[in-house]
């Protein structure tokens, strides 16, 4: 059912009320490649499962999606394995950093959910163990997701990421002592720094993660992406650990499942009703977008489309 509302319009109150308080943060430093990247970007799309779009600003401009990726691995490694796969990753909310080795020591490198670096590293485990060629079948898979065929990775930003891993490194090899990554060790971070470079826009984003609005079933290619049971899983695992230690901030303040990404990229989903994006490159102390934040939670707030 339409809903009769000027989302655009909203957008564009929303971000006239910003003020210089509202400009905190700071783009992410610890990728040299993300550095370079304008922070003041602001880009806003919205579909909703009728496909109607409303968007703003730099919402057709691509940046690097991060961590938001992790849910389209989630999604292929669920395609594949079934629920064979939780025994090698957890359904709880960490309260602790992304990238955060502390859990691990005492729950025997099983990570607490597939959103954290440690349990995403695990899902490109299990790619890597179930794919002939992983890095191009994941890709496929994302760009039939999305039905959008130019869809890629970004190189340069995967090196960078490289070659400054070490957290990522050592959380690979900490899991591989405790019997919970059986490949080798690069070729398992290999997939997962391509998988954290793919590029999209805001309205690219919306696209590919509408299934999740709408059962499983993409609206726009009307392909069944997953079932509807498991749509509703990765949606409770957005709205519960979509944020890392912010998920709760998250859920009180915006009300919508969720993911985030240090390149400065939020999608959240209204299941039954729509799909958004928001990008602005400067973030929290939590690593999650500080106006991407604000204007989700505006939208739902002036809206009162918050699945509460
Ligand atoms: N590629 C980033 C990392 O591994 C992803 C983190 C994120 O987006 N939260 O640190």
């Known amino acids: 059912m339409t809903d009769a509302i000027d989302y655009q319009e909203i957008f564009r109150e929303i971000v006239s009320g910003f003020t210089d308080a509202d400009d905190r943060g700071d783009v992410a430093a610890y990728i040299p490649e993300l550095v370079k990247i304008d922070p003041r970007k602001l880009g806003i799309h919205l579909t909703t499962v009728e496909q109607i779009h409303y968007s703003f600003g730099d919402s057709d401009e691509k940046f690097s999606i991060q961590s938001i990726a992790k849910v389209l691995s989630l999604t292929l490694a669920l395609k594949i394995l079934g629920k064979d796969i939780w025994t090698r990753v957890g359904v709880e909310p960490s309260g602790s950093a992304f990238n955060s080795l502390v859990q691990l020591e005492y729950e025997k490198g099983i990570p607490r959910n597939p959103f954290i670096n440690a349990g995403a590293i695990v899902v490109c485990d299990i790619l890597v163990s179930c794919l002939t060629d992983p ?12 039905g959008i065929p130019t869809i890629d990775y970004c190189s340069t930003v995967a090196e960078s990421e490289k070659r400054m891993g070490f957290r990522n490194i050592a959380l690979v090899n900490f899991m591989k002592d405790f019997g919970n990554i059986h490949n080798d060790a690069d070729l398992v971070l290999d997939l997962y720094f391509h998988l954290c470079s793919i590029e999209m826009s805001c309205k690219e984003l919306v696209q590919a993660f509408l299934f999740l609005a709408a059962d499983g079933i993409n609206p726009v290619t009307k392909t069944t992406v997953i079932n509807s049971q498991r749509s509703k899983r990765i949606n409770s695992l957005m709205q519960m650990c979509g944020f890392y230690d912010e998920a709760g901030e998250f859920a009180f303040r915006v009300g919508l499942p969720g993911k985030s990404g240090v390149g400065g990229g939020i999608v959240a989903v209204h299941p039954g009703k729509f799909c958004i994006a928001v990008w602005s490159p400067k973030l ?25």
């Open 135 to 146: 890095k191009v079948e994941l890709l496929e898979f994302i760009r039939e997701t999305s």
């Open 284 to 308: 929290n102390e939590n690593g999650n977008s500080h106006k991407g934040m604000k204007v989700l939670e505006e939208v739902t707030t002036k809206t009162k489309f918050s699945i509460f």
